[in-house]
């Protein structure tokens, strides 16, 4: 069994103390870390431990990974494609008839491109909803990163139940595969892309397949608006009447909700995926995280895709929402760095369903990233860590990256995946797709 010993540096935990440990020292074997040292620990524990390799962390911070709790891998494609527009002009305009033209391999070879930026950027794990998702799953079962997917399901048009047959089948093959990185989850997109019926088809093959479910919920003003015409209802409302929050939900964004939507999303333990990038550079809104914080929601941070990002740096989605909801509140307190690193870690892991990453502690999975500190110049006096991280750091200032025992990236270089090779063909297949959708807008 492969064993690391990471010595010397500062241990950002995340555990229930939230420990901070200078001079900590952490032991990896197989996928999982079996002891976290303080110094003292640390300076006893045998640093000839036979067989495990060291890495020197001195002058460095070792944290867990990121969770980003929501996102479409594969739409990395669509980066900077189209910009500056309202959802829903954004989505029905530029990006779905895109997506119509899309092939498997263009998801398989944008999925590797997310999971590059990624990695660079210290995630570890990542929750994604889209389709061909064998596609998506064969590049996390590659590239050694940690995948929480799901089949995102459109309940109107041509064959919805073909959507649903897709999802079993997704979740049966699956769940489990990579070591145990791959997980799957039912993935109804949005109340307003799922009529009422299909949404109770999607909760009876949740509870044969006993699976979490994934969905969008109160993004837009326009959705609430649509909702209360239609069912006299708001969405969380509608998909609480419907029962779906039976089952294990993550909602994405929550962005227009009451205070009676949020007691419950707090009742119902729904998860949220607070997206701030997202919501602000589609000016759906800000979410009412210190709210929803406040009744005890469970939330992570997510990037959401790239295409209403535009990047994936889980860093930025910190800062956010650090930043924003002191602005809103004009609170100084609100959010401090502490919660909002507890959003893309412990926070996220718990959002998307794992209880077994997002902190540094003994016998939990092996997934986390080193950062440079000391000696770089924007992250100096180092006065206090997590505020450093919070922010100042970047995607630059990562050193190395473990995702269930193994090392994905150290000093820029990635040990599975090949950099040159994926940015070539994502260039070349984008270059195609374009020229697919152009021939079939004027067919
Ligand atoms: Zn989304």
Redesign the pocket.
């Known amino acids: 069994m492969k064993a690391y010993l990471i010595k010397n540096g500062t241990l950002i935990t995340m555990d229930p103390k939230r420990r901070v440990l200078p001079g900590g020292a952490i032991l990896v074997e197989g996928q999982r870390i079996k002891k976290v040292l303080n110094r003292e620990e640390a300076d006893s524990f045998s640093s000839a431990k036979p067989g495990a390799e060291i890495i020197d962390a001195r002058g460095k911070l070792v944290l867990p990974g990121f969770v980003n709790a929501?996102g479409?891998a594969a739409m990395t494609l669509f980066r900077s494609y189209a910009d500056d527009l309202p959802l829903m002009e954004w989505l029905e305009k530029r990006i779905w008839p895109l997506e119509e033209s899309l092939e498997p391999e263009d998801v398989y070879w944008g999925t590797l491109l997310s999971i590059l930026e990624m990695l660079k950027s210290g995630t570890t794990t990542f929750a994604d909803?889209y389709f061909f998702m064998d596609e998506v799953a064969r590049a996390v079962e590659e590239s050694g990163i940690r995948g929480v997917l799901c089949r995102g399901m459109v309940g109107t048009g041509d064959n919805p139940g073909k959507r649903l047959k897709e999802s079993e089948e997704f979740c049966r093959q699956w769940h489990g595969q990579g070591d145990g990185r791959i997980t799957t989850t039912l993935g109804p997109h949005a109340p307003y892309t799922c009529p009422p019926a299909f949404l109770e088809e999607v909760l009876g093959l949740q509870k044969k397949l006993d699976v979490p479910l994934q969905i969008?919920l109160a993004e837009t003003e326009w959705e609430n608006s649509y909702c209360r015409e239609t069912y006299s209802m708001s969405p969380v409302e509608l998909v609480d009447s419907l029962n779906l929050f039976s089952a294990p939900t993550l909602a994405?964004h929550c962005v227009h909700v009451s205070p009676g939507d949020i007691e419950i999303l707090a009742a119902q333990k729904v998860r949220v995926a607070h997206n701030p990038g997202s919501n602000l550079k589609l000016a759906s809104g800000i979410a009412p995280l210190p709210r929803m914080l406040e009744a005890g929601v469970v939330v992570g941070l997510g990037t959401?895709?790239a295409s209403s990002n535009n990047n994936l740096d889980m860093l930025e989605e910190i800062r956010l929402a650090a930043l924003i909801h002191k602005g809103v509140s004009k609170d100084s307190r609100a959010v401090p760095a502490s919660t909002a690193l507890e959003l893309a870690t412990c926070g996220g892991a718990a959002a998307v369903f794992l209880e077994d990453t997002g902190s540094l502690e003994e016998g939990k999975l092996a997934d986390l990233v080193i950062f440079k500190y000391q000696g770089v110049p924007h992250l100096t006096p180092n006065h206090n860590p997590v505020a450093d991280i919070v922010y100042a750091a970047g995607p630059r200032d990562v050193d190395l990256v473990m995702v269930n025992g193994a090392v994905l990236l150290a000093k820029e270089q990635f040990s599975r995946l090949d950099e040159e090779r994926i940015l070539f063909e994502t260039k070349k297949r984008t270059a195609a797709l374009l020229s697919r959708a152009a021939g079939k807008a004027k067919a």
Do not use: E, F
């Open positions: 929501h479409h909803m969008h994405a959401d895709g």
